[in-house]
């Protein structure tokens, strides 16, 4: 909030959370949080709302579990998370996963194979960062894939959220992430993360990476078609009346499906006796046999599948 305040440098700014041990119940406290923050900026430290909150929402300790013994470890963490991750959809704000296909338009596809091929991808914007937290979760969704027994051998991607140089010692020791920062020092640091996001550019320093930037005919189809299923949706909602499909659940089960087309492929084509990976495979897996070749190449490598990829060169006779 602005103020007329040389000690507050012109600029009022507040946040209100909630520890939680499980983060699909936080959305059911976002719009207390909201009205919390207003009231923290019009009348800094009068707490009494916040207190009355805590003393009937606070939590207890399991019996014989002190604080000191209750630190997080890395493995509760991970665990907590996988367990948690799948009800991630809950959390997000209406329109959240349509504005990200918006603004993104053809090039949401670019920005699929990074979060399917478990990169650390980090997302600059300036301040406010709402909308940009709501795009880490909305990347993380793109790379759904429900078939079981795929994504053992593959780094977890973790949804950072909001990041700041604070946590440049955290993004360093990690392998797969999806963030957010309004930092621009970030840039400067290439070692933290192999995709940048810079509004609506997608960019990488990783020069085995740079042939997954170009959108190809098989991405351009994709996007036509996720159109075309969004068009239809609409189209029934106004004509029908049938509420009961919503445009979030649409674009949400487009990528998994999608997914899951590609990894049924792939277990398929590894249980079979030549184990050989055809252009009528990829074409098959809704990609370019040519365009996405680096893809599937690193796709093989990231999710453990020992296959031969047969395609052929075009500029061969």
Known sequence: MPVESELERGARMKSVGILSPSYTLLYRYMHFLENQVRHQLELPGHYTPLE???????????????????????????????????EMKITHPAGCMSQFIKFFGEQIFVLWKFALLRKRILIFSPPPVGVV?????????????TLP???ATAPESK?????????????????????????????????????????????????????LLRVNGADKEKYRRLNDQRQLLMYSQEVDGDCSSCEEDLFILFFMEQN????????????????????DHARSMGLDPQGDRNFLMDLLEVYGFDLMLVIDNPCCP
């Open 149 to 151: 027994g795929v994504g």
């Open 260 to 279: 899951n087309r590609i990894f049924q492929i792939l277990l398929e084509v590894a249980s079979s006796q030549d184990k050989t990976l055809t252009a």
């Open 159 to 211: 949804p950072f959220f909001y990041v700041n140089v604070a946590d440049i010692e955290t993004l360093d020791d990690e392998v797969s992430y999806v963030a957010c920062t309004t930092e621009k020092i970030f840039e400067q640091k290439q070692d933290l993360y192999d995709v940048y996001v810079d509004n609506q550019n997608v960019k990488t320093h990783l020069e085995h990476l740079q042939p």
């Open 133 to 145: 937290c709501y795009r880490v979760y909305c990347c993380c969704c793109l790379a759904n894939v």
């Open 52 to 86: 009355a909150f805590y003393e009937d929402k606070k939590g207890v300790l399991p019996a014989g579990v002190t604080p000191q013994s209750c630190q997080p470890s890395v493995h509760w963490l991970s665990s907590i998370h996988k367990h948690l991750y799948p």
